[in-house]
């Protein structure tokens, strides 16, 4: 029965196209955007995930960031420590040869003032960003002993965060401490046959002659100093250690960042050459649904035949 009033065929056709055009839409979006889930109404599942893994992967980047921060804080400790080593050194240097008698000491202790003066500008310039862990002031308000390095930031099962740190205790690698002078080079020592108190950095022997007493207090102090050189070598030591270990992290938050990042692109990103040739035939329904609409909307107008 052919009716004026309803076109079946047109609207079987009209809905068809209907549908190809919503699936077109979609595949010039995924085309466009190069994204298969790119908002929750596409998989509302996929979506939260990648959502919840990009902001984590911000987060990674904020931590290696914060690696790179604390590696270079340590590289300049650890490149003031071996500047250190060699002026300590040279000090010892020094007291040995001021130990053999008849020597010029008031000369020997113009060259080690100048050397101890340059200990204090080697402490005191080891700077980055504001951090100093060479030449401290332990009474200071915003003083603390342990230095810590954002390393990991890590997310439970059950959605709670945690934040991870690698812990430096500067306490083994402080040269001068202004409140009550417990660093490695001001630490006072007391000589036992002249009871003379100094440090590596205002050792005095100007005054010194070549009696026995002052000889066996030169022979402390040459001791003290290479005392000295031992603690400044460990202290060296352990930030090296330490700086192996951030560099070790920073390569580690480098491959769990792309990690991370090929995951996500499984769940959301688009397969380009499947999408391509979906678009294509879709592009060819398009057409065809169109033709059908038209052949369909066209046998209406047979029925004026029947009054002619």
Same mark, same amino acid.
């Given at each position: 029965?052919?009716?004026?009033?309803?076109?079946?065929?047109?609207?079987?056709?009209?809905?068809?196209?209907?549908?190809?055009?919503?699936?077109?839409?979609?595949?010039?979006?995924?085309?466009?955007?190069?994204?298969?889930?790119?908002?929750?109404?596409?998989?509302?599942?996929?979506?939260?995930?990648?959502?919840?893994?990009?902001?984590?992967?911000?987060?990674?980047?904020?931590?290696?960031?914060?690696?790179?921060?604390?590696?270079?804080?340590?590289?300049?400790?650890?490149?003031?420590?071996?500047?250190?080593?060699? +002026?300590?050194?040279? *000090?010892? %240097?020094?007291?040995? /040869? #001021?130990?053999?008698? =008849?020597?010029?000491? &008031?000369? $020997?202790?113009?060259?080690?003032?100048?050397?101890?003066?340059?200990?204090?500008?080697?402490?005191?310039?080891?700077?980055?960003?504001?951090?100093?862990?060479?030449?401290?002031?332990?009474?200071?308000?915003?003083?603390?002993?342990?230095?810590?390095?954002?390393?990991?930031?890590?997310?439970?099962?059950?959605?709670?965060?945690?934040?991870?740190?690698?812990?430096?205790?500067?306490?083994?690698?402080?040269?001068?401490?202004?409140?009550?002078?417990?660093?490695?080079?001001?630490?006072?020592?007391?000589?036992?046959?002249?009871?003379?108190?100094?440090?590596?950095?205002?050792?005095?022997?100007?005054?010194?002659?070549?009696?026995?007493?002052?000889?066996?207090?030169?022979?402390?102090?040459?001791?003290? +100093?290479?005392?000295? *050189?031992? %603690?400044?070598?460990? /202290? #060296?030591?352990?930030? =090296?250690?330490?700086? &192996?270990? $951030?560099?070790?992290?920073?390569?580690?938050?480098?491959?769990?960042?792309?990690?991370?990042?090929?995951?996500?692109?499984?769940?959301?990103?688009?397969?380009?050459?499947?999408?391509?040739?979906?678009?294509?035939?879709?592009?060819?329904?398009?057409?065809?649904?169109?033709?059908?609409?038209?052949?369909?909307?066209?046998?209406?107008?047979?029925?004026?035949?029947?009054?002619?």
């Amino acid at each position: 029965m052919s009716s004026i009033m309803t076109n079946t065929a047109a609207m079987t056709a009209l809905h068809t196209l209907q549908q190809t055009n919503k699936n077109t839409e979609m595949t010039q979006n995924r085309i466009s955007t190069g994204l298969r889930v790119a908002t929750a109404t596409d998989n509302a599942a996929y979506w939260s995930i990648a959502t919840t893994m990009r902001t984590d992967n911000n987060a990674l980047s904020t931590v290696r960031d914060a690696l790179g921060l604390g590696s270079a804080t340590i590289d300049v400790a650890y490149t003031a420590l071996e500047s250190t080593i060699d +002026v300590v050194d040279e *000090i010892k %240097s020094k007291l040995v /040869a #001021a130990r053999q008698p =008849g020597i010029d000491r &008031t000369k $020997v202790q113009a060259e080690i003032a100048e050397l101890q003066n340059q200990l204090v500008s080697i402490s005191s310039s080891a700077v980055f960003s504001g951090e100093n862990w060479l030449s401290v002031d332990s009474s200071d308000a915003d003083y603390n002993a342990t230095k810590t390095i954002v390393s990991s930031f890590s997310r439970a099962g059950d959605g709670s965060i945690s934040i991870g740190t690698i812990a430096v205790d500067i306490t083994a690698t402080e040269l001068f401490d202004a409140n009550d002078q417990s660093g490695i080079l001001d630490t006072e020592s007391t000589t036992t046959n002249g009871a003379v108190t100094y440090s590596v950095a205002t050792l005095d022997i100007s005054a010194y002659t070549d009696t026995d007493a002052d000889l066996a207090d030169l022979e402390e102090m040459i001791a003290t +100093v290479d005392g000295a *050189i031992g %603690s400044i070598t460990t /202290a #060296a030591s352990n930030l =090296g250690a330490v700086k &192996t270990r $951030v560099n070790l992290q920073q390569d580690f938050v480098g491959s769990l960042m792309d990690a991370i990042e090929r995951g996500v692109g499984q769940l959301v990103d688009a397969n380009m050459e499947e999408e391509s040739t979906k678009l294509q035939a879709l592009q060819v329904q398009q057409q065809l649904g169109i033709q059908a609409l038209s052949i369909a909307n066209s046998t209406s107008q047979n029925i004026l035949s029947l009054f002619r």
